[in-house]
């Protein structure tokens, strides 16, 4: 042990209609060590700076390698997936705080169930007919699939949506990530049998209109999707679209 | 009329095919998940799906795949179960295809195979090298459309505390904990199916995600439900050391032409290759985990001394590299801080998989009638050791085996879960509050999360590469003494809201019991078989040893009691492991 230590500042709240508060901690340092190995330690030994017992810190974390998107917080004030973000590349004391624009549950949980539910309303699926045995899918060029593929990992992890100035509660923006999904499934040859049904949906009220172009988006996304390259592409599919049904095409 | 319903614990790959299923046959499905479906354990499996599509001319069938499954498991699978598994995987690959996973394509526009370990078919599909990611968002999609319609009710972030078994013995639905609120509630079911995940934290750090506790098949063992085979624990050979975790690095790395090496006089020796001239680096998982582990920790020539060697890509084409592998670099490349396109990554084996799990019989139910099991938490189909892009594969087909079966279970079933005496639920979910009440004022000196911990170090220590019966009779000396230190745990947290330790210490029971069974399972067992490996015992015994191991939980002294069943081996007759030849083809039996 080097005795070297990583000072945390966290943000605390113990249920969603209480107060929030702030408790500040030292854990000890390990090499490569991220957020969530400092979370896992005041767990273990949970004893605020004051040397105070005081309860484990709450937080969402699964996967710990960034493909599960559950461990969005905020880190010095940046929306971060908490394990992929290492304690050495990081100024000191370390500020964790929950997600401003979802609901805090407990300390550094938050509710992002309406992401998942634009999910619903965007049918963000390919519509087969059945689990049954049929046979392959359609033919796709290997350049079509590897831009798609890029799209399809988004986890829902909720940053997007925390950075996007447009989502806030005087909106009904529907959000970056569930706009890129709607691009995803009507490029695919047999999603696009229902671009138009999707279409609709983004058209009205707190849809595509709603976002400002600020552009924050594709900036904190960790799987570095395209998202204002989507949302423009999907503008152009809209505006075919409006033409489309005005003149009854 | 009401519709009937089965409810699946579980939203990894195994319990979203189950539900599509189920609702394909006409009932609804009450979908319990610890996390959100989406953030399930299956999104890390990374480098693909097996399935003998024979696309690459190299006259590939149902069957080879099912005698390179056999022959990487050492014959200890049930042979029927694995063959119904390899003969509908081209069926699965094209399903997933239909639901537009984005995978790799060659030229024409087909799916693109790669090779993966104990293979020398290109049979394994891939979307990049996040290809379980991929898979589990289409299943995630479908059974959305599902919920959209009123016919999936999910409970995301709910907590599988109990079983609920009636007087005779039959499984009528269960309990469970929302995390967030505290509420626990009874979920009425005709039938119940368990896809709960693999058991890794049981070993403090490995693979898995902090989810897999294991703690959901304890409790049902602990309930009376068989585990078998519980100690063939897979260790993966390539992972990166963590300190929160071991970090995975696809065994597809391989399948594109990694090498593993390290210095021996001051040159690179590629010791797989070596050794295994016909497979290379391609020797199944855990014959490349006993190299890696006798060249660093008894010939100590482990890079710089230490417990890690290369495994490298630095001499492909990087463009190559980000297409095919992507994924794992970026992970590599984020948390150790080198680009694996220009340096050699290092990495050591870690717990990775359990071939394990409750024992199912072929319509995927497990011995209490009603409880069925599906994926990583059910034994059935990798025998001694698992094949890399299998576990996706059985996942998969365990979930479209479950399904249909635990559906034709309750049309068949005479009595339903609406007729059975009010008193069954009421009883378990009296019981369950009164567990809860006696967690929250559970105010000793042990410090749960630090319990876990030790017991992780004290099961890694001693019961995964090479194990030695003397450590192994001290590890279950120890086990039972944690045992009695879990009952001075001290609880720290009484809030009525998201407290996470209420659910860990709860599953912190279940799963020492586990550990007892994975231990006592490998102590008995007095040979080398796949992942099991004694060296006072160096040879696989099939006259004595080729059996399914069966543990049962004897409440009265909290021990496992165990028995031997037979393996089927109708198809094919076991013969040995030899990965320096090429394989040569089963004898049917």
């Not at chain 1, 042990?1 to 709240?13: D, E, P, S, Y």
């Not at chain 2, 063959?83 to 509908?88: D, E, T």
């Not at chain 2, 799963?511 to 994975?518: F, G, H, R, S």
């Not at chain 2, 543990?551 to 081996?569: C, G, I, L, M």
Request: glycine letters at 8%; aromatic letters at 8%.
């Amino acid at each position: 042990m080097t005795g070297k230590t990583v000072h945390l500042k966290i943000n605390r709240q113990d249920g969603p209609s209480s107060e929030p508060y702030v408790e500040e901690f030292n854990v000890p340092w390990r090499p490569s060590m991220n957020i969530i190995s400092a979370l896992i330690e005041i767990r273990r030994n949970p004893m605020n700076i004051n040397g105070d017992e005081t309860t484990p810190v709450q937080w969402e974390s699964v996967c710990l390698e960034e493909v599960c998107g559950a461990c969005s917080m905020l880190v010095n004030g940046k929306p971060r997936q908490a394990c992929s973000t290492l304690v050495d590349t990081l100024e000191q004391p370390i500020h964790l705080a929950p997600l401003k624009t979802f609901p805090c549950e407990r300390d550094l949980m938050v509710d992002r169930q309406k992401m998942f539910d634009a999910l619903k309303e965007v049918k963000a699926w390919i519509d087969i007919d059945g689990t049954y045995d049929m046979g392959p899918g359609p033919k796709i060029p290997e350049k079509d699939r590897q831009w798609a593929y890029e799209l399809s990992k988004c986890m829902t992890c909720g940053l997007c949506f925390e950075a996007c100035p447009n989502v806030n509660p005087y909106s009904s923006f529907i959000g970056p990530a569930p706009l890129s999904q709607v691009r995803l499934f009507n490029t695919h040859p047999t999603g696009q049998i229902q671009a138009e049904e999707r279409l609709d949906q983004i058209m009205g009220d707190g849809g595509l209109t709603s976002c400002g172009n600020a552009a924050n988006c594709a900036e904190v996304c960790p799987k570095e999707i395209p998202l204002t390259h989507s949302i423009a592409e999907l503008n152009k599919a809209t505006t075919l679209y409006s033409f489309k049904r005005f003149f009854q095409l | 009329m009401n519709r009937q319903k089965i409810a699946v614990v579980g939203g990894g790959l195994a319990g979203l095919m189950a539900t599509l299923k189920i609702v394909e046959m006409g009932m609804n499905v009450d979908l319990i998940s610890l996390v959100k479906v989406k953030r399930s354990h299956s999104v890390c499996a990374q480098g693909g799906i097996n399935g003998a599509c024979n696309m690459k001319g190299e006259n590939d069938s149902p069957w080879e795949h099912f005698d390179d499954t056999l022959y990487g498991g050492d014959f200890l699978a049930n042979q029927q179960q694995v063959w119904g598994m390899c003969q509908k995987a081209p069926e699965i690959i094209y399903l997933f295809d239909r639901m537009g996973v984005m995978f790799n394509r060659t030229p024409e526009g087909h799916l693109d195979f790669r090779r993966f370990g104990g293979t020398q078919h290109r049979r394994t599909a891939f979307a990049g090298a996040t290809t379980g990611q991929q898979l589990l968002y289409a299943l995630d999609e479908q059974v959305r459309k599902y919920e959209a319609e009123g016919r999936v009710t999910k409970f995301e972030g709910w907590d599988f505390v109990s079983a609920i078994i009636d007087e005779q013995g039959i499984c009528r639905g269960l309990t469970a904990q929302e995390m967030i609120s505290m509420d626990i509630k009874v979920f009425k079911a005709d039938a119940v199916i368990i896809a709960s995940g693999g058991p890794g934290m049981i070993f403090g750090r490995s693979t898995n995600s902090l989810i897999n506790t294991g703690s959901a098949a304890g409790k049902l063992y602990q309930q009376g439900a068989i585990y078998a085979n519980g100690e063939f624990i897979q260790i993966h050979p390539t992972a990166i050391p963590g300190e929160d975790k071991l970090r995975l690095m696809s065994e597809s790395a391989r399948g594109e032409g990694a090498r593993v090496w390290t210095y021996k006089n001051g040159q690179p020796w590629y010791f797989l290759e070596d050794k295994y001239p016909a497979y290379g680096n391609l020797v199944p998982r855990d014959i490349a985990t006993r190299e890696i582990f006798d060249i660093c920790v008894n010939q100590r020539l482990g890079i710089d001394g230490e417990n890690k060697v290369y495994l490298d890509v630095s001499h492909i084409n990087p463009e190559r590299l980000n297409v095919r592998l992507g994924g794992i670099l970026e992970i590599y490349e984020k948390f150790m801080g080198d680009d694996p396109r220009k340096v050699p990554m290092k990495i050591f084996p870690g717990v990775h998989y359990s071939m394990g799990g409750l024992w199912v019989d072929d319509h995927q139910q497990t011995n209490i009638p009603g409880l069925f099991a599906a994926g990583e938490c059910d034994y059935s189909q990798h025998g001694a050791n698992r094949l890399g892009a299998n576990s996706l594969l059985s996942a998969v087909y365990g979930g479209m085996v479950a399904g249909p079966e635990a559906a034709t279970y309750v049309r068949n079933n005479s009595q339903s879960v609406d007729d059975v005496d009010e008193r069954v639920f009421t009883s378990q979910l009296k019981a369950d509050k009164d567990e809860i009440t006696a967690i929250l004022s559970m105010n000793g000196s042990e410090n749960p999360y630090t319990l876990h911990h030790e017991m992780g170090e004290l099961m890694t220590e001693n019961v995964t590469v090479v194990r030695e019966n003397k450590n192994l009779v001290k590890a279950d000396e120890m086990l039972t003494e944690m045992m009695a230190r879990y009952k001075n745990i001290n609880v720290q947290d009484t809030t009525k809201y998201h407290n996470h330790s209420v659910s860990f210490i709860r599953g912190l029971s279940g799963m020492m019991d586990l550990a007892k069974v994975i231990t006592q399972g490998a102590l008995h067992r007095n040979e080398s078989r796949g992942a099991h490996y004694k060296p006072e015992f160096p040879d696989r015994n099939d006259d004595e040893w080729l059996k399914t191991t069966m543990a049962a939980f004897d409440t009265q002294k909290r021990n496992p009691s165990f028995s031997y069943a037979e393996v089927d081996t109708s198809l094919i007759e076991p013969r040995k492991r030899d990965y320096t030849q090429n394989k040569k083809g089963g004898v049917t039996s």
